[in-house]
């Protein structure tokens, strides 16, 4: 299978993450841990000092190539935005005047670390809660625009995927033909759904319950704007939406209860939330393609690219050309 170029992160030591904290005034006590992360590498990191009341701090070391530094700084900015307002969203430190430091070929930031767990999406007031503070979020991603950070769309999510994917063999030769009909055909679909004249915000953009930590006392905080994009505010919404059809529209009516508390939604685009859906399946697998050649994607999707892993996307395509021809969740 063709690859991006090799990462370096079989260089990250655990000496090379200390120096890089030692760095930027960071002395860590030699206790680190790594965290659930593929794109980019996250270490918790104990430190000899508490730093403005921390004991620990999370150092992020951003995957080489993915963002700019302009890009990643704006990303930054708008964190610092969401805490300025109020919005419980975890924003990196500010230490030695930025947010951004290199060190040994590397870029990365460093964040409090938060406390919390995965909330619990059959609770009603719990999604009520989640939804008052996504509108809050949103109230500041309509503030204004991002400038260099990409917008989420048809051919960032599909058509360059979709290209990348057949012109380095990626596919499985048995399926490669039903996947690319099905492909075009969920294209189709997607292209006329997008073209709808919706407001396009900045937004969290991978609001999946993994990104939500929940504390009893305090309700939700956002984490990981890594995938921060210009989208329509129902992107932040679809993806703690699951199981069949009247529990997703339960969970959709519990969100909105809380989001228009706070902020307008335009219901116009709950004819989006299946369409988006299809884009992150056919981004997912370009994505795992394009990472091979980082040894932890062998290890955590050992499935990926097989002939019944690529079967599995034709029968997943197929629901979702079903899906998106259905009338959309309403409330």
């Not at 709950?270 to 393609?289: G, K, N, Q």
Request: net charge negative; with cysteine.
């Amino acid at each position: 299978m063709s690859t991006d170029s090799r990462h370096p992160y079989e260089d990250l030591t655990p000496d090379r993450v200390l120096d890089a904290l030692q760095s930027v005034g960071l002395r860590g006590d030699g206790r680190l841990m790594a965290l659930g992360s593929y794109e980019n590498r996250v270490y918790e990191v104990q430190l000899e000092d508490a730093f403005e009341g921390h004991p620990s701090v999370i150092a992020k070391f951003y995957r080489p190539g993915r963002w700019s530094d302009a890009q990643i700084v704006e990303e930054h900015a708008f964190a610092a935005e969401l805490a300025a307002a109020e919005v419980p969203a975890v924003a990196p430190l500010a230490l030695q005047e930025s947010t951004l430091h290199h060190h040994g070929g590397f870029a990365f930031s460093v964040s409090p670390r938060r406390g919390g767990r995965t909330p619990d999406l059959d609770d009603g007031e719990a999604l009520e809660w989640i939804g008052r503070f996504l509108a809050r979020l949103h109230q500041v991603g309509a503030a204004r625009p991002f400038a260099v950070r990409p917008a989420l769309d048809l051919q960032t999510f599909a058509l360059e995927p979709r290209d990348w994917l057949r012109t380095h063999g990626a596919i499985a030769l048995d399926a490669q033909g039903e996947w690319e009909r099905r492909c075009d055909e969920a294209i189709g679909i997607i292209r006329s759904a997008m073209s709808a004249d919706c407001a396009r915000i900045r937004t969290h953009g991978d609001c999946h319950p993994g990104n939500i930590l929940w504390t009893p006392d305090a309700g939700p905080h956002f984490v990981d704007l890594d995938d921060a994009r210009t989208a329509p505010a129902v992107q932040d919404l679809w993806m703690l939406l699951s199981g069949e059809r009247p529990e997703r529209q339960r969970q959709l009516a519990a969100l909105l209860d809380g989001y228009e508390q706070m902020r307008d939604f335009d219901r116009r685009e709950l004819a989006l939330i299946e369409p988006l859906r299809t884009l992150r399946l056919i981004h997912y697998s370009a994505w795992l393609a394009r990472r091979w050649s980082d040894p932890a994607f062998a290890r955590a999707f050992p499935w990926f690219g097989t002939p019944d892993y690529w079967r599995a996307q034709v029968h997943m395509l197929e629901e979702q050309l079903e899906a998106m021809q259905e009338p959309p969740l309403a409330v």
